[in-house]
């Protein structure tokens, strides 16, 4: 990709290399070279806000990294090129063939993080710092975005006032605390003054104003107050840098407004830093002796952040003494190496290797935890091996969504719709019909990504689905559609038992839990749960389970055998005994209702048919002595003292090995009852049939009955009569 370039741009391309062999332990030139001459060609024909020509932004944001964060060439080459893939048509994957996968990953992490302040409103400042590094895989993208913020903040006079602000304010709010929290220092402190000249221009001038005007005199007070700790540092052969400390104007106002006081009243307006060239961190309290018998100290003043070190790794002896005139001047004392991390933070740790034990992997610990992973790496090891393949995971279970309103939200990773529609409502989950993702219509099991808007649509009659369990990521999400779901099963089960209860009522079937459990296996059924859900779903047909359809022929031989059955019982009791004065008349049995032996019965007074013998609770017979009462005529079964009266059984159940022998135990052993005949017939491991047997009276029936129903297998048992065929 040889290209012709100007004299001008060579030489900025040698100032560019000449501060990157100063700063970094190694450097591709070949690389550097490269990237250079493609990101001039990319943007040799763009132009910016200022008027100067575009390419001047991406070399001045690789100045900044290889001057003012310098960590290593891949970072250098990846802020040459972190503009050129949205701007021109050169593809990522162009980028990785030339370059590296890692320079490619690094210009699409800027950009990526570009895209997702366009058109937000920043509502939660935290939340859009954390949703930075859950879209950042390599630590470098960070910094690339730190030093194209920072040369975008140096020329913000060239944008339209309205950006300008918006700019400033994403800086103050995002950037900056996240710049401190890298341990980057010089660049927060910059970020916030230039913030605080767009977003506040009256205070600002004011405190430059009164910072300009006191200069002279404050530089003549610490040069004066400087003097006898510069002797004594020299007669102990002790090698440091003393200076003034630089005034952040930010900082200054921040403290006026939380203090409530006057700029003449914020006394750290003076101050000095004493930078030792030691690696000795014993030296920093030695020096803090010395100064201490020259200058009366503060005692509530005293921080020592060399023992207890900042959460973002800074370290420092801060103390606060009484100097000339009585004024206070805040004094700092540090080694080289915490000078350099304090400044630079990150990129200062490739340089400065030590021993910690530090393991949380929160935010706040962020810097000491690279120290951490560096710890038993040499130089070149460091900044080329761990570092090119240094991934950031801290917030890589995490992703941040904004609302159609521009909140946002947290999810973990692999989220979808319907996980944001739960973390919104419960009531937007459960009408949740679709989404829009960035505008677009897509399905609910859609994965989406730190900085997509969401935007929900609900429709009354849409409800959880189970086959949402299968993608939903958060626990509110799955507790949710469980809960609906659980509600939805319990209603149906509980309709499902209403129907059943209602048919074996209805049938009038005894069913114990043992013989609802032989029946829900024989339907292969896992539970009673799918056999009452199958019944709400009108999945099964119980009129033919209970009281299977039988075939006329099947009817007409239940009938002759109920006939049959009756004749017997009435002949062996000695017919009906009509009693007053229509004893002697003929009579015959009704058909409705086929009273037999055993039952109480009544005669009734016909026209040309006789007496007609009913039983007295018939139906029949109560619609028609409304009006005819006095047609009734009593009856009764012939007495005779121990005889017994045939009854008949009708009896179903499941054709098990022995059943035959258990009915017969439970029959004949009841005050040695007798049976007449047996009548079984089986079908589909099920059998039904009839048992004729002698008792005395109705009582001794029921308890047969009784016992009959306890035998395992019995499903019914019923007195033989018309209405039990």
Known sequence: MELTISIKHQRMLEDLLKICKKNLPSVNEELIKKAFQLSYESHKNDFRASGEPYFNHPYEVAMIVAREI???DISVVGALLHDVVEDSDISLEFISKEFSKEVAEIVDGVTKIGGVFKGQEITQAENYRKMLLSMVKDVRVILVKFADRLHNMRTLEFVHPQKQRRIAKETLEIYAPFAHRFGLGILKWEMEDISFKYLNKEAYDDIANKIKNTRKERESFISRFSKPITEKLKEHQIKYELGGRPKHLYSVYRKMIIQNRPFEDIYDLLAIRIILESDDTNDCYYVLGIINQLYKPIADRFKDFISIPKKNNYQSIHTTVIGPDGKLVEVQIRTRKMHEIAERGVAAHWKYKEKTSTNDKDLEEWVSWIRDIFEHASKDEATKEILASFKLNLYQDEIYIFTPKGDLRRLPLNSTPVDFAF????????????????GKIVPLDTVIHSGDQVEIITSK?????KSWLQFVQTHKAKNSIRKYLNKEEEKLLDSGKEIWDRKIKKLKLSFTSDDLSKLVRKLKFDNNRQFFRAIAQDKLNLDEILNPKVETDEKESAEVEF????????????????EGDAKGFAYTYAKCCNPIPGDQVIGYVT???????????CKNLINM?????ERLVPVNWPKSNGAFFVAGLSIRGDDVPGILKDISNSITTYQNTNIK???????????KGTITVYVKDLEHLTKLIERLKKNRGIYTVERFDAENQ
């Open 70 to 72: 310098p960590l290593d």
């Open 423 to 438: 973390e919104i409502h419960s009531n937007v989950g459960y009408r949740c019909i679709g989404a829009k993702v960035n």
């Open 461 to 465: 009659n849409q409800h959880p689905n």
């Open 563 to 578: 006939d049959k059955f009756a004749n017997i019982a009435r002949n062996i009791a000695g017919g009906i005994v009509v």
């Open 607 to 617: 026209i040309g048919e006789g007496i007609k013998i009913h039983r007295k609770d």
């Open 625 to 629: 002595i409304k009006t005819n009462e």
């Open 677 to 687: 005949s047996v009548n079984i017939t089986t079908n589909d491991s099920m059998f």
